[in-house]
């Protein structure tokens, strides 16, 4: 009995602790956002830079998984375009022509990452949809996202490319495989 009792609270006290840990994102945290590569200005911001900047809303969007699950609703995103920071970070090409192979590649702090095209961005009408924001219903991110956060609010499957504990956007021109 006494071991059976023991085992129990042994039990308990895992799923506990283990419960804490994964909800427990604070680690993720990222306090900057740099935009690096091929860019004229390379930009470190921090959540005060972004605050000064113009910024837009995105309201009623669903957070839809890439399997299609929902994950929920969000009344109102407020948050920089992308755009607006690209523009400010300045492209670097040596060609017009390279502008349409440029990538943007989105870092979160945890290994996690997803990928922009410049087509989608600058010659698309909702390209400026894509937000890097910073709160949610009028207040700061949680550490459940961080101090900032990315989507593309016009996504079929909102969370596939929605990126949590944004710490980077880095431009890429694109070159051919050699074969
Ligand atoms: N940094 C980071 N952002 C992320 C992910 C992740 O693993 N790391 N998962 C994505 C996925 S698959 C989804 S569906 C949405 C919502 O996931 P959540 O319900 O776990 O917040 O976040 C997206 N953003
Ligand atoms: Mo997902």
């Excluded at 949809?129 to 996202?145: C, R, T």
Aim: hydrophobic fraction near 40%; charged fraction near 20%.
């Amino acid at each position: 009995m006494k071991q059976l009792v023991l085992r129990l609270v042994f039990i308990g006290f895992t799923l506990l602790t283990s419960a804490a840990f994964a909800s427990d994102t604070s680690g993720k945290m990222s306090t900057e956002l740099s935009i690096t590569g091929s860019v004229v200005h390379p930009l470190t911001l921090t959540l005060a830079d972004l605050k000064k900047m113009s910024s837009e809303e995105v309201r009623d969007l669903p957070l839809i998984c890439q399997s299609g699950a929902n994950k929920g609703h969000i009344n109102k995103l407020t948050g920089i375009p992308l755009k607006t920071l690209l523009i400010r970070a300045g492209l670097l090409v040596k060609h017009p022509k390279d502008f349409r192979k440029l990538a943007f590649i989105a870092y979160a702090t945890d290994n996690y990452w997803v990928t922009y095209s410049w087509g989608e961005i600058f010659n698309r009408a909702d390209g400026n949809k894509v937000l890097v924001y910073f709160a949610k219903d009028g207040k700061p991110l949680d550490q459940s996202e961080g101090q900032f956060a990315l989507i593309s609010s016009m996504d079929t499957h909102t969370g596939a490319r929605q990126v949590k504990w944004l710490r980077k956007i880095e431009v890429r021109m694109l070159q051919p495989k050699t074969e």
